[in-house]
């Protein structure tokens, strides 16, 4: 997005063109103009996307110029800063067609709210409406981190999808540590202690990017953080997530707590992982016993059998009707692709793009993005290389 910033503030300035610089995509400051009055005399010979005027020192006589800008730059949105905001600016401000007025000095979460609310309206981003999966694991060691970090990275890799994984163990959270090498600078509970910060490009820049589309968000490391978090910052970061990826996979762990219980509330599904055992069948009943008391609907919960292996003393049919639900998906025993991934910090669809475990999660990304079989010949050609039509 190209800006002309009018200011005689160099300062400002500056700090418009590092936050600008800053988003995705980026706004550029491209032009700029020393107040209101060289702006007016001396119009761009293009149009830009947006206007940004400091009318902080503007002389009450000036204030009409605003509207003159306002004819000047017909196309172009508008954003007014103002260290005090006069009624008479105000009014002319809104006459002219400008909508965000924002106050001085510039707070940064303000500016990228009024941006984005910006870039949806000019069409530049299109705000997305993201889905939330929540992945459970029912007994520890269930698979519900290996499955929800791999199949993340397989919805980024093979569906295109922006997607970004949210780590919600309390402690210990291991999720990063399945498909990356880096360590993350910022946590879950980083986040929480600055939520009033909380925009797309701030919960992007906390991020271990895995890929250029796929991003995970590490749990709290610190117990003594971790009183710091509130329900309501789940909202927020959700509220958020949503807006600026396609899905949000979190990895909910065993231990169900307020903030884990607030995204599972959100969740559009819940993904409970086990094995065919009784232990995990066990669990499993209990855990569907809570959901139910919580008032979710039943079709949201979906669940996952794990390292499933045919012709086994217990079947599918025995768990489902213990459980009273069905299983939509199951993912074989691969336990050589499985150990080499989770060694090496690496997804299992990178290093071992044909073994059964990551032909099982694109048969996953397939089934929660609905695609159509012939839609779905392209993810498993992009898996596979195949390029016959069969
Ligand atoms: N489908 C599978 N086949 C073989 N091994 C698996 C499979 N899924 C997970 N595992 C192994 O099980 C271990 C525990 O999985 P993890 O995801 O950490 O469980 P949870 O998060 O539910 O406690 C992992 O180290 C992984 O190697
Ligand atoms: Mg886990």
């Known amino acids: 997005m190209k800006a002309l910033m009018i200011s005689r503030d160099s300062l400002l300035h500056a700090e418009v063109a590092a936050q600008g610089s800053a988003r995705m995509p980026a ?108 992945f459970i694991s029912c007994k520890g060691g269930s698979g519900a981190t290996f499955l929800s970090t791999n199949f993340g990275y397989a919805l980024a890799a093979l569906a295109d999808k922006k997607v970004l994984l949210i780590d919600l163990h309390g402690q210990f959270g291991d999720a990063t540590l399945y498909v990356s090498d880096q360590k993350p600078t910022m946590t879950l509970s980083d986040i929480c202690a600055q939520i009033s910060r909380m925009d797309g490009s701030f919960l992007d820049s906390c991020l271990v990017h895995v890929a250029s589309n796929f991003g995970v968000l590490a749990a709290a490391d610190d117990p003594n953080h971790a009183v710091d978090m509130k329900p309501e910052h789940m909202d927020a970061i959700l509220r958020v997530a949503r807006q600026h990826y396609d899905f949000i996979v979190l990895d909910v762990g065993r231990q169900i707590d307020a903030i884990s ?67 939509v998906h199951t993912v074989p025993n691969d336990y050589l692709s499985a150990t080499d991934s989770v060694n090496q910090g690496i997804p299992v669809l990178q290093l071992s793009r044909s073994s059964a475990v990551a032909r099982s999660l694109a048969e996953l990304v397939e089934l929660v993005t609905a695609r159509r079989v012939s839609e779905s010949k392209g993810l498993f050609d992009r898996l596979f290389g195949r390029h016959d039509n069969d």
């Open 27 to 134: 706004m550029q400051l491209v032009a700029s103009r020393n107040g209101l009055r060289d702006a007016v005399e001396r119009q761009l010979p293009e149009m830009p996307d947006l206007v940004i005027v400091d009318a902080s020192d503007a002389a009450p006589d000036e204030t009409e110029l605003l509207e003159r800008l306002g004819k000047l730059y017909s196309s172009s949105s508008f954003m007014l800063l103002t260290r005090e905001p006069q009624q008479d600016l105000l009014i002319r401000a809104m006459r002219a067609g400008m909508r965000e007025v924002l106050q001085l000095p510039l707070v940064h979460s303000a500016f990228h709210e009024a941006m984005s609310r910006i870039e949806v309206a000019t069409g530049v981003s299109q705000t997305r409406d993201g889905k939330v999966l929540a």
């Open 261 to 327: 219980l607030r995204a599972l509330d959100q969740a559009d599904t819940i993904h409970p992982v086990l094995q065919l055992a009784l232990p995990d069948i066990r669990d499993g009943r209990r855990l569907l016993d809570i959901f139910r008391s919580l008032g979710y609907p039943s079709d949201r919960t979906r669940l996952i059998v794990n390292r499933y292996e045919k012709g086994g003393k217990l079947r599918l049919m025995d768990l489902e009707q213990a459980l009273g639900a069905d299983v």
